[in-house]
């Protein structure tokens, strides 16, 4: 029988696993070290690319998510994840005759092509074959620029019609000389202008029931992506994608090179059909929407929204929600449906980035209007912002953190532009030699554009101040006096980096003013251990903040300069913000 074996590399470098930043989720494991939390969403394009091959072919599939697997091990003795991939797969119970690498973002390139390497080096008679953005994007820079030659084929988009036909091919390597869907380096050295082709499966109920048994369920509900949501019925998510393409032109995203840009659905009856056995046969509690662009239509949203409602489902959503589609009325039947957190991609709060920078189709005051009326309705929010994008000036950035303080989000995330390749950023980054890092290894918690405005260095601490400022200085639930839904936030601050001294410091404020002494007490007596370190100081001074959390007083004021320094009086002077005390 044909066996197939996918695999699932890493999704941040190995630096960034090894070396959680100031700015990334952490944890400790049993060899006393720290190292960054790894998102575990379950890996839908195997998972569908699976179900799909297994209606015309008899075939054995086997899964393998690094992503599982790293947030398991108790230590980790590795500087290299050649070498922990290596011994990894040298252990499996599994031969396979063919080895699918499937990657989706570029923080994730080199363990993308280490898992090739060790594929090849472990099984050399197996077909060694790549999918996902990264090889959609990036198949000149693998064969040509690198000269690779561990990938036998790369697919060109999405995988499933492709991967179908190769498993059917009488002769693979006549199939893959002849495929348009399929990139070879022989292909590339003799047709100059060989260009690749999507394959795309038009009605997506031709697609049966993604393979979730291909997942180790239990240990992928360790998933810092879902337990970062509160209010939803268990920590475990369920992903689903009911429609991909997204006709929308947004700069920084690159994911309509994989699924391009007309919209394909799913019917509205199939997702209740999932829905239904996921929760029947699965015990699903919970459901991740994962859609690019699940707006597109809003009677077919609001028809999603009443199969979760009747199935009793918890149900979050990473991406794809429109802001301009986010009306009263839709945000009302968001709610009934059972949803009490959303993410808003706002993106920026300057007007001109919006329009230029980004080509977002998204005007200031939507935002500013969403953010109140699911405050009003009682829905949480995250915000989700880029800094640093090419174009963008110190001037964009001083008028975006202000402008930004309208929103009455509960919640900034707060990233680093991060070219993509693919996306139309990364081509302008790239033409104007803004890109001063490896970008395909960056990812939105590392600035590595450099432009005649500002320095990577600049961003990168742009991105800390706005954190700060927006999430704790003008936090508005504080503004709102809604001190339980801020302990929130400031709870997740603690829970993941326990020495967070703003966390310790606006926990206290909000039990301080809810009467809860014993708490008031606890979290004041973290924030005094923690804000003795330098990098706490430095902060403390840098906004003025009341050494006494109990005498922080809630003021807006006009937008203070940021210097270029921290951590000496002049500076301190420069960058007060006028918090009272009591």
Known sequence: MEKLLFIVPMHITMESFLNPGSNSRSYKKADGKDYNSLSTDLPLGPLSMSAYIKQFTDIEVKLVDYNVELNHVKEFPYTKFYDYCYDHLSKIDFKP??????????????????????????????LIIGGGNIPTNDYEYIYNTLNFNDFDALCYGEGEKPLKELLLSKNREEYLKNSKSWITKDKLKKEVEFKPKHDFIEDLDEIPFFDYDLCDIEKASVNPNITSFHNVAGDFGFHIMTSRGCPYLCTFCASHKTHGRKMRYHSVKRVREDLTRLKKFYGAKTVVFQD????????????????????????????????YALDRPMLEAFYKAGVRHLVLPVESGSSKVLKHQMKKPLKFGISERVAIDCRDLGIYTNTNIIIGMPGETKQDLEDSRFNLRKIKTNWFNIGCASPLVGSEMHDLAQMNGYITDQTRGSDYHVATIKTEDFTPEYIQRFQYIMNLELNFIYNSDLEYEAYETGLIGFSNVTRIRPDHAFGHYFSSVCYKNLGDQENFEKSKENFIKYSKTKFWNDWLEFFNLPRKPEDFTFKMTDKPEIPETIGNSETNKVASLSLSAK
């Not at 699918?100 to 080199?110: E, N, T």
Request: charged share 20%; glycine share 8%.
């Open 97 to 126: 005759t063919i080895v699918g690498v499937s990657s989706l973002f570029s923080p994730s390139f080199d363990n993308f092509m280490d898992c090739a390497s060790v594929s090849k080096k472990i099984w050399p008679d197996a």
């Open 292 to 323: 690019d662009h699940l707006m597109s239509s809003k009677e077919r949203v609001y028809d999603l929204l009443d199969i979760v409602g009747d199935l009793g489902l918890g149900s979050l959503y990473q991406n794809g929600l429109t802001l």
